[in-house]
């Protein structure tokens, strides 16, 4: 690496890239990244409610260590991104806690140049690992990449074939097994169980959180993503926007803090189908988020747990009383996220 990143041309099909720098995290950026989103899930939040359901400690949210591993991919696949397109097959395989050791390797498994030439999309697949050698995380993001010659000649497309979804047998196969009945919903903050909820239900987050233009930095920051297009205003001002784009990440931990409201017994991520940013987010900008139903699943290798299907839809500057999504296959103008996942709940 020079500091230039990599360019479309750079990849190669089969390309392996094991990534700087492998990352302690600390109860420090637990804190930090409470602040800046405001996680209210249980688990995460104390030792003590973890200790009592079966849990060493209190693990880390899904979702910061999904970003950590992100954030080490980005110096070598998207430091020179248009933008980064989505998400698939992304499983969360083990629990993480402050004091473990993070790092991530990557596999190219596709590439497609776009039809003007100034780009290509490049799917890759992201493995995060701790310190032992376990496996935490793992998924496929598709991302637009600059070319850097616009004449130079594209590899023959390839597109690899992603499941629509992970399959409920493939999820909670890693974390302990749980007592729920010292879960103390309470505590938790709902009374709510797996039992109660069905496909269909509509559950409106309610509040709506204003991005700071130092916040969505500071939590870029967090990852140790470099990405230009999120901090350099010098060189934006130039660009598509004229300003700084909000890391897709923000609006993703945004939309699971809001999701609370209603959801506070799904405290485990275990797995994210498929995700959109289908609009970007700026500083200023407000969101809110709602989150439909897809599937209620008993597990069958666990009889504490069950597993909801959850698409989550953020927006900007739009509250969701009425639920915004899609016009005739269109996305309403205010969307800016659709994220389909798996949640895990008590039974």
Same mark, same amino acid.
Request: negative net charge.
């Given at each position: 690496?020079?500091?230039?990143?990599?360019?479309?041309?750079?990849?190669?099909?089969?390309?392996?890239?094991?990534?700087?720098?492998?990352?302690?995290?600390?109860? +420090?950026?637990?804190?930090?990244?409470?602040?800046?989103?405001?996680?209210?899930?249980?688990?995460?939040?104390?030792?003590?409610?973890?200790?009592?359901?079966?849990? &060493? #400690?209190?693990?880390?949210?899904?979702?910061?260590?999904?970003?950590?591993?992100?954030?080490?991919?980005?110096?070598?696949?998207? @430091?020179?991104?248009?933008?980064?397109?989505?998400?698939?097959?992304? /499983?969360?395989?083990?629990?993480?806690?402050?004091?473990?050791?993070?790092?991530?390797?990557?596999?190219?498994? +596709?590439?497609?140049?776009?039809?003007?030439?100034?780009?290509?999309?490049?799917?890759?697949?992201?493995?995060?690992? #701790?310190? !032992?050698?376990?496996?935490?995380?793992?998924? *496929?993001?598709?991302?637009?990449?600059?070319?850097?010659?616009?004449?130079?000649?594209?590899?023959?497309?390839?597109?690899?074939?992603?499941?629509?979804?992970?399959?409920?047998?493939?999820?909670?196969?890693?974390? &302990?097994?749980?007592?729920?009945?010292?879960?103390?919903?309470? @505590?938790? +903050?709902?009374?709510?169980?797996?039992?109660?909820?069905?496909?269909?239900?509509?559950?409106?987050?309610?509040?709506?959180?204003?991005?700071?233009?130092?916040?969505?930095?500071?939590?870029?920051?967090?990852?140790?993503?470099?990405?230009?297009?999120?901090?350099?205003?010098?060189?934006?001002?130039?660009? #598509?926007?004229?300003?700084?784009?909000?890391?897709?990440?923000?609006?993703?931990?945004?939309?699971?803090?809001?999701?609370?409201?209603?959801?506070?017994?799904?405290?485990? @991520?275990?797995?994210?189908?498929?995700?959109?940013? *289908?609009?970007?987010?700026?500083?200023?900008?407000?969101?809110?988020?709602?989150?439909?139903?897809? !599937?209620?699943? &008993?597990? &069958?290798? /666990?009889?504490?747990?069950?597993?909801?299907?959850?698409?989550?839809?953020?927006? #900007?500057? /739009?509250?969701?009383?009425?639920?915004?999504?899609?016009? !005739?296959?269109?996305?309403?103008?205010? *969307?800016?996220?659709?994220?389909?996942?798996?949640?895990?709940?008590?039974?």
């Amino acid at each position: 690496m020079n500091g230039l990143g990599n360019y479309f041309e750079d990849f190669h099909n089969g390309q392996v890239i094991r990534h700087a720098t492998p990352r302690t995290v600390t109860t +420090g950026d637990v804190a930090l990244y409470n602040a800046l989103f405001g996680s209210r899930f249980a688990v995460q939040s104390s030792d003590e409610f973890a200790r009592a359901i079966g849990y &060493p #400690k209190a693990p880390l949210d899904d979702f910061l260590v999904f970003h950590i591993v992100f954030g080490k991919t980005v110096p070598d696949i998207s @430091l020179n991104a248009v933008a980064n397109l989505g998400y698939a097959a992304a /499983r969360i395989l083990a629990p993480v806690y402050p004091g473990d050791t993070i790092y991530a390797v990557s596999e190219v498994i +596709g590439l497609r140049e776009t039809s003007n030439r100034q780009s290509g999309v490049v799917y890759v697949r992201s493995t995060g690992f #701790k310190q !032992d050698g376990t496996e935490i995380v793992d998924y *496929v993001r598709w991302v637009m990449v600059r070319k850097k010659h616009e004449s130079s000649p594209a590899p023959e497309p390839l597109v690899p074939v992603l499941p629509s979804h992970i399959q409920p047998a493939d999820l909670a196969t890693t974390i &302990p097994a749980l007592d729920i009945s010292k879960y103390d919903f309470a @505590l938790a +903050g709902s009374p709510q169980r797996l039992g109660d909820f069905q496909p269909g239900d509509r559950i409106d987050h309610v509040d709506g959180v204003t991005v700071e233009e130092a916040e969505h930095q500071m939590a870029t920051r967090l990852y140790q993503n470099p990405a230009r297009i999120h901090f350099n205003q010098w060189a934006e001002a130039a660009g #598509k926007y004229g300003r700084r784009l909000i890391y897709g990440g923000h609006a993703i931990s945004l939309a699971r803090s809001l999701s609370f409201n209603g959801l506070a017994n799904a405290f485990h @991520l275990a797995a994210v189908n498929s995700g959109r940013h *289908v609009a970007p987010l700026f500083g200023g900008d407000t969101v809110f988020a709602w989150t439909e139903v897809l !599937d209620v699943q &008993p597990l &069958p290798s /666990r009889k504490e747990l069950g597993a909801l299907r959850l698409r989550t839809i953020a927006t #900007k500057n /739009r509250p969701c009383l009425d639920y915004p999504y899609k016009h !005739d296959e269109e996305y309403d103008p205010a *969307v800016i996220l659709e994220i389909d996942y798996w949640a895990l709940m008590p039974r």
